[in-house]
């Protein structure tokens, strides 16, 4: 684990955990998430539409559609905060993962990017394959424990 890139991806995360405005966004050493950015979407907005179907079920967030954001649907701040992280770190995975990678650049790679550099574990619930992290992560990301 890099200490120093836990320690920028947890301030970041617990900002976006407490939605305070404006985001600084990342200003890690880690060149992946410099700048790294938060913002609501209408694009996914679009795509979670009534989370009926299972593409709406689980359409929370995204990274990509907008240079150096990582984007969240309205209701995300709904969901349990381990949820939230897991969601979160994931796509800090897509941030970072190219980077990380080389060419690769898909699903696998971001969760392997915050196993690797985070020593943290993606799972994903059965239901929506929402990813989540377990209940000592979250007590380690929102500690005041460095
Ligand atoms: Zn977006
Ligand atoms: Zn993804």
Redesign the pocket.
């Known amino acids: 684990m890099h200490r120093k890139a836990f320690k920028e991806v947890k301030r970041y995360v617990l900002d976006v955990l407490e939605w305070q405005e404006p985001r600084k966004g990342l200003q890690a050493d880690i060149d992946c998430v410099k700048g790294l950015r938060i913002r609501k979407c209408g694009d996914i907005d679009l795509e979670a539409g009534k989370r009926e179907t299972f593409k709406e079920k689980r359409a929370y967030a995204?990274?990509g559609c907008t240079d150096g954001s990582i984007c969240v649907a309205s209701d995300f701040m709904d969901l349990p905060a381990h949820f939230r992280i897991g969601i979160l770190l994931?796509?800090i995975?897509?941030a970072c993962a190219m980077n990380y990678n080389g060419k690769a650049y898909g699903?696998p790679e971001?969760d392997l990017w915050v196993k690797r550099v985070l020593g943290i574990t993606i799972h994903y619930d059965d239901i929506r394959e929402l990813e989540y992290v377990s209940g000592a992560v979250v007590r380690k990301v929102k500690s005041r424990k460095q």
């Open positions: 995204h990274y994931h796509e995975g897509h699903e971001a």
